[in-house]
């Protein structure tokens, strides 16, 4: 079992940043592939941005590229999303995920499909305009 816990959530102007924090305890050796999703209220979860440990490979959706920077302390198991210049459309719940991927395209694919086998309970950003 792997355990997720975010923080560095809250509320902030447009074009403001935050950074998130994920840290990962348990058994952090099974998983290779670091996630950020979120959830916007009335929508769906999407994937935001995700890093393949094994190289360290990253991935964007384009809603936040050049906007977002996903990182990874190897050291602290901990892993961090850097949100730049956010927009009111970024404020939603946002989840730290981890899986094992046999390569970064399978990890991009976990992104894309939304799919993860160990999840964070969230933590909220708010932007206002």
């Known amino acids: 079992q792997v355990q997720l816990v975010e923080s560095g959530g809250g509320s902030v102007q447009a074009g403001g940043s935050l950074r998130l924090s994920c840290v990962a305890s348990?058994?952090?050796?099974?998983?290779?592939?670091m996630h950020w999703f979120r959830r916007a209220p009335g929508k769906e979860r999407e994937g935001v941005a995700s890093?393949?440990?094994?190289?360290?490979?990253?991935y964007y959706a384009d809603s936040v590229k050049g906007r977002a920077t996903i990182s990874q302390d190897s050291a602290e198991n901990t892993v961090y999303l850097q949100m730049n210049s956010l927009k009111p459309e970024d404020t939603a719940m946002y989840y730290c995920?981890?899986?094992?991927?046999?390569?970064?395209?399978?990890?991009?694919?976990?992104?894309?499909?939304?799919?993860?086998?160990?999840w964070g309970q969230g933590t909220l950003v708010t932007v206002s305009s």
């Open positions: 995920a981890a899986d094992s991927a046999s390569s970064d395209y399978i990890c991009r694919l976990q992104s894309e499909r939304v799919v993860a086998g160990y």
């Open positions: 890093i393949y440990a094994s190289g360290g490979t990253t």
């Open positions: 348990g058994y952090t050796s099974s998983v290779n592939c």
